[in-house]
């Protein structure tokens, strides 16, 4: 149903000497995306403050939590066109943007009922600026790549039919609609916490139709985030 499961930041010169920091970006070094905002923001999770945050069994009545954070993604995962590579990148197979390899995943599903399943990563940006650059660069692509593209993941090649935000969409949110050229539908929900990517993608069992994201599992997760942050 899915596809395979899959330092500090530096102390802002004086500002003086601040238009000559050359910051480095994610969404620039990977993906030839736009440059990064100038100021640094929040500092980045720790790896072991990213395992802490992330949700785990106990943390939603109701829902049942499988630790995934050793499984591989695959790094190498491309779309055809370059405009295209930040929904890769950002909520395809987030880990593969991850800074320093920060990043946690959780595969959930409900107690009862499993009809659906939820996978959750959290990944860390090397600053502030960089994860709100993140979110810039997946809106355009989002926008860019409508009618859709080839995906290259696992070493097969999809097309993509469609690729779109719907109204829950903001500026801290993505809210992306996400279908395969063979019928295949996933929601991917891609939110910002600081210097914390939050990505949660949804699919039924047989991805058939679109389903969203439980309120109070996002919830939860920042609550959790904000207080391992403290």
Not at 177 to 186: D, H, N, S, V
Not at 200 to 211: G, K, L, P, Q
């Amino acid at each position: 149903m899915f596809e395979k499961k899959a330092g500090k930041s530096e102390d802002m010169a004086p500002v003086v000497g601040r238009k000559s920091v050359v910051m480095t970006c994610l969404a620039v070094v990977l993906f030839g995306a736009a440059a990064c905002g100038d100021e640094a923001g929040a500092e980045p999770l720790s790896k072991s403050q990213i395992s802490r945050a992330v949700l785990s069994q106990g943390d939603v009545p109701g829902y049942n939590f499988f630790d995934e954070s050793r499984a591989e993604t695959d790094k190498s995962a491309r779309a055809d066109k370059k405009a295209c590579q930040p929904i890769v990148a950002f909520a395809i197979a987030p880990e593969m943007s991850a800074y320093d390899k920060r990043s946690a995943r959780q595969r959930i599903t409900k107690s009862e009922k499993p009809d659906a399943d939820y996978q959750l990563i959290l990944t860390s940006a090397e600053s502030e600026a960089a994860a709100q650059d993140a979110l810039k660069d997946l809106k355009s692509a989002v926008t860019a790549c409508s009618s859709g593209f080839n995906l290259t993941y696992s070493g097969q090649t999809n097309k993509v039919r469609r690729v779109t935000s719907d109204k829950t969409s903001s500026g801290s949110q993505i809210n992306i609609l996400f279908e395969y050229q063979a019928g295949m539908k996933i929601r991917y929900v891609v939110m910002r916490e600081g210097a914390t990517l939050v990505r949660i993608s949804a699919a039924t069992r047989y991805a058939n139709e679109f389903v969203t994201v439980p309120k109070r599992i996002s919830e939860k997760q920042f609550q959790k985030l904000r207080k391992v942050a403290e």
